[in-house]
């Protein structure tokens, strides 16, 4: 069991309550909506933890369409099938490595507050984009710092959150908040690489960036 596991595993229930919080909700349906989705595509979501935003990709992709919620932690996956609205016809969960999918096909990627776990993103989002391949379309949301000037209280906060959320960080003595921005600022780069018609905006007084683009 790697570190990711064991840390997501151990908090499944915690996570699943704060990933269905209403605000949080509203976020996750502009990514979706920054796929533009269609009925009858498949989508597969990265890191899918619990499924939260599964309803609002099933409503996108039906009739007709498919679902597929790739993560690496079974405990997540076991949250994800319990929730009634998150399981079902066209909705299928897999445990597997999301920076290897077990998935060759697909019209759209998704990957929310994933990108910035993984030590070498590039080549992950490589994978991805290979995934939809040309005309597939792919979005990145992940927190950040806020550049606006009200926020800087609040970004001394981001050091704890990050910290708190990733696993392996809490002890260390760098900065955590700037490791993890590095990482998601590759993953950008790397899908800004790959993509045109791309599109991005920030959410949540600035905290979130969403990046999404067609597969050129």
């Given at each position: 069991m790697t570190d990711v596991q064991a840390f997501y595993g151990r908090w499944a229930r915690l996570y699943d309550a704060v990933a269905s919080l209403p605000f949080v909700g509203s976020w996750r349906a502009r990514a979706v909506e920054s796929l533009a989705l269609s009925p009858?595509?498949?989508?597969?979501?990265?890191?899918?933890?619990?499924?939260?935003?599964?309803?609002?990709?099933?409503?996108?992709?039906?009739?007709?369409?498919?679902?597929?919620?790739?993560?690496?932690?079974?405990?997540?996956?076991?949250?994800?099938?319990?929730?009634?609205?998150?399981?079902?016809?066209?909705?299928?969960?897999?445990?597997?490595?999301?920076?290897?999918?077990?998935?060759?096909?697909?019209?759209?990627?998704?990957?929310?507050?994933?990108?910035?776990?993984?030590?070498?993103?590039?080549?992950?989002?490589?994978?991805?984009?290979?995934?939809?391949?040309?005309?597939?379309?792919?979005?990145?949301?992940?927190?950040?710092?806020?550049e606006a000037a009200a926020a800087a209280p609040l970004n001394v906060a981001f050091e704890g959150f990050v910290r708190l959320s990733s696993p392996g960080s809490r002890l260390a003595r760098d900065s955590q908040a700037t490791a993890f921005e590095r990482r998601v600022r590759a993953a950008r780069e790397r899908l800004a690489e790959r993509t045109v018609d791309r599109r991005y905006e920030t959410l949540a007084g600035g905290y979130l960036g969403l990046l999404s683009g067609r597969v050129a």
């Open positions: 009858g595509e498949t989508i597969v979501e990265m890191g899918c933890g619990t499924g939260a935003n599964v309803p609002h990709l099933r409503e996108r992709v039906s009739p007709g369409g498919t679902v597929l919620g790739i993560d690496l932690t079974r405990e997540m996956v076991d949250q994800a099938r319990h929730h009634p609205d998150r399981a079902g016809d066209g909705v299928h969960y897999v445990q597997g490595d999301a920076a290897r999918p077990p998935v060759t096909d697909a019209d759209a990627v998704l990957a929310t507050f994933v990108a910035g776990l993984f030590p070498d993103p590039e080549p992950v989002v490589d994978r991805w984009c290979d995934t939809v391949g040309p005309g597939g379309r792919v979005a990145l949301l992940n927190f950040q710092r806020s």
